[in-house]
C-alpha cells in the first residue's frame, strides 16, 4: 500500500488574530495579506497529485493559513477536495466555528480540525486574544457533534512550560480526541522564549506521568516532538531492530522526506517553521521541486553537528527548525535535547 505525502497548505494569510509567535507576523508585523487566488488553488492541487502519482504517494491536505475559513473561496476549495476524493484536516482558530459550520466541514470530507491551546487561560489569551481560551474549549463540542476528530496543538515554550499539565487535564476534560505539542522555534527577536534542555526534559517525564494516568480516556496523545523518541529509548520502550538498515532513514523530522508546505503565493517550503524556500508551485513542478538540489540540501544528515555522532540518527533529529531558530544552522545541536554523544 502507497504511503501518504502530506501538504501543509496555506492558502491565506488573513486572520483575525496576531499571536506573539506567530511566524507569518513574528517579525514583520506590516508584511502585507496574501491570500491565493482561486485559480491557483486549481492549479497548485493539480500539482500536488502529479507529483503523488509520479512518485506512487497518497496526497493529504493540512489546509490552513492564517485562518483558512477566511478564505473567500473556501468552501469552492474543499468542493475541489471533495471531488478528487483527496482526505484532508483543517488547522485553524474557533471563531467561525459553530454546530452548523461543523456539520458542513464534515459533508465535504473534514476528518480533524486542529485548534491551539498556548496555555492556561490568562496565558494563552495574552499569546492570542481576550476570549480564544474559553471559545477554543467550548468548540471542540461541536466538532465531536459532527464526527470531525478536535485535535488540540500547544506551542511549548519558557512562557507556558509550567502549564502543560493543566493545559493536558482541561483538553481530557473536554474529551478532546487529540493532543500534542511541539516546541516554540524563536526569531531573532524572542529568543528569551527558550527553555534548557534539562527544563524540557522534566516537562517530558511530567507529561509522560500524566498520558499514562489518562491512557484510558477519550483523548489519545501524539508524541509530536521527535525527542520523545529519545525519551522512549532511554526507558526502555523503543528499540532499534538489528534487521533495519544503517543508510536508511526511518523516522524523525519529515522534513524533505514525506511533508511539504506551500503559502499563498506558491512558494513551496521544506519546513515553515523555518526559513527553507526550495521552490514555487507555480512556477515548476512540484515533483521537480521534491527531487531538486534545493531540497536535497535538507537531506544531508551527516551533516547534523550532534545527531550525526548519535545512534538514533536515523529515527530522532529533534527538531531542525528550533536549531535554525536558535543558531541560524539547522544542523547545530538541537538546544533542548539532553544527550551526551
Request: hydrophobic share 30%.
Amino acid at each position: 500500500m502507497a504511503d501518504f505525502f502530506a501538504f501543509q497548505w496555506h492558502i491565506t494569510d488573513d486572520c483575525d488574530q496576531r499571536c506573539k509567535h506567530c511566524y507569518i507576523f513574528s517579525e514583520d508585523n506590516d508584511k502585507p495579506i496574501l491570500t491565493m487566488s482561486y485559480e491557483n488553488i486549481k492549479k497548485i492541487f493539480e500539482n500536488c497529485l502529479k507529483m503523488c502519482e509520479k512518485t506512487n504517494r497518497i496526497p493529504y491536505f493540512n489546509i490552513t493559513g492564517g485562518d483558512p475559513l477566511l478564505h473567500p473561496d473556501f468552501w469552492k476549495i474543499l468542493e475541489l477536495v471533495k471531488e478528487n476524493k483527496v482526505r484532508f484536516g483543517i488547522l485553524g482558530n474557533p471563531f467561525h466555528l459553530n454546530d452548523k459550520v461543523c456539520r458542513k466541514l464534515r459533508s465535504y470530507g473534514c476528518e480533524f480540525y486542529q485548534l491551539s491551546l498556548d496555555g492556561l487561560k490568562e496565558t494563552h489569551d495574552y499569546f492570542r486574544k481576550d476570549g480564544s481560551f474559553d471559545t477554543t474549549l467550548k468548540k471542540i463540542d461541536s466538532l465531536k457533534k459532527a464526527n470531525i476528530h478536535a485535535n488540540i496543538m500547544t506551542t511549548v515554550s519558557k512562557t507556558n512550560i509550567n502549564e502543560i499539565p493543566k493545559i493536558i487535564d482541561n483538553v481530557v476534560e473536554h474529551n478532546a480526541d487529540l493532543f500534542s505539542f511541539a516546541r516554540y522555534c524563536p526569531t531573532s527577536l524572542e529568543k528569551s522564549f527558550q527553555m534548557s534542555a534539562e527544563e524540557y526534559h522534566e516537562l517530558l517525564n511530567i507529561c509522560w506521568e500524566r498520558f499514562e494516568e489518562y491512557k484510558n480516556s477519550n483523548t489519545k496523545f501524539n508524541l509530536k516532538d521527535h525527542l520523545w523518541t529519545l525519551f522512549l529509548y532511554e526507558k526502555g520502550l523503543f528499540e532499534i531492530s538489528p534487521e533495519l538498515e544503517d543508510d536508511v532513514i526511518y523516522d524523525g523530522c519529515n522534513c524533505a522526506n514525506s511533508h511539504l508546505t506551500i503559502l499563498p503565493n506558491g512558494d513551496v517550503y521544506a519546513c515553515r517553521r523555518m526559513e527553507s524556500k526550495v521552490g514555487n508551485a507555480l512556477e515548476e513542478d512540484i515533483y521537480d521541486i521534491f527531487f531538486g538540489n534545493e531540497m536535497n540540501s535538507y537531506r544531508q544528515y551527516e551533516k547534523f553537528e550532534k545527531c550525526s555522532k548519535c545512534e538514533l540518527l536515523r529515527f530522532c533529529r529533534g527538531c531542525p527548525a528550533v536549531s535554525y531558530g536558535t543558531t541560524g544552522d539547522m544542523y547545530s545541536a538541537d538546544p533542548q535535547c539532553w544527550k551526551e554523544v
